[in-house]
């Protein structure tokens, strides 16, 4: 059963424009949530993280919103660079040490 | 200097066969993982050491085995490998039991012929 969700495989965006990469969760128990970023040939690395009892964290261009009524999480890069493209796993986690991972979506940010 | 290794980066081997994974970290970490990336880009965990201490085990079948010698290292030992073993796996670490923030190896991409 997939708690963690990433309904869209795949999204490209232009140079310079938002980069909106969702998530959506069935766990109301999920209380702290990550985003990681993966190139090909290597293993995801860590980006940004929230806290359940947040709805926004920012770093730098990253900045990830947390809807907790809708169940649901975003990523928002702006603005996008060529060198973003690459895949986006959201994870999720209901206590400390096991985080579920959702498919990953595909970006591609076009020069 | 690689924190999280993984070997070998590819691994071919036939139905039935035993074969090993190799993860070593270099961060001074207490908790490693170990993750299977289906073909299907599912990214789940499979088992989480802290300490050396088995602290996850998720239902996967007997014939995988993780051992973990020190602190630093976390292999996965797989016996009478089947076609569904076919996948990627990492190996992650972090600075403690809570899981956040992990620093992934870069992949085993083990084929089952």
């Known amino acids: 059963d997939q708690q963690v969700k990433q309904n869209s495989p795949s999204l490209s965006v232009q140079e310079g424009r938002i980069s909106i990469l969702n998530c959506d969760y069935t766990?109301?128990?999920?209380?702290?949530f990550l985003w990681y970023k993966k190139y090909p040939a290597e293993g995801p690395t860590f980006l940004i993280s929230?806290?359940?009892?947040?709805d926004k964290n920012e770093d730098g261009r990253f900045t990830v919103f947390l809807n907790k009524s809708a169940k649901h999480l975003s990523l928002h890069i702006v603005p996008s660079q060529p060198g973003d493209s690459a895949v986006y796993f959201c994870a999720a986690s209901a206590h400390a040490n096991q985080f579920y991972f959702g498919t990953g979506t595909s970006l591609t940010v076009i020069p | 200097d690689t924190a999280v290794s993984q070997t070998p980066k590819y691994l071919v081997t036939q139905m039935g066969n035993d074969k090993s994974i190799k993860c070593e970290q270099n961060l001074g970490h207490d908790t490693m993982y170990w993750y299977k990336q289906d073909s299907k880009k599912f990214l789940k965990i499979m088992f989480s050491?802290?300490?050396?201490?088995?602290?996850i085990n998720e239902t996967v079948p007997n014939r995988f085995s993780p051992k973990s010698p020190d602190k630093a290292h976390l292999n996965l030992h797989i016996n009478s490998l089947e076609l569904g073993d076919s996948a990627v796996y990492f190996c992650a670490s972090s600075q403690d039991a809570s899981g956040y923030e992990q620093y992934f190896g870069p992949g085993t991409r083990l084929t089952v012929t």
């Open positions: 929230i806290s359940s009892i947040k």
């Open positions: 766990n109301s128990m999920f209380d702290y």
């Open positions: 050491y802290n300490n050396k201490e088995l602290i």
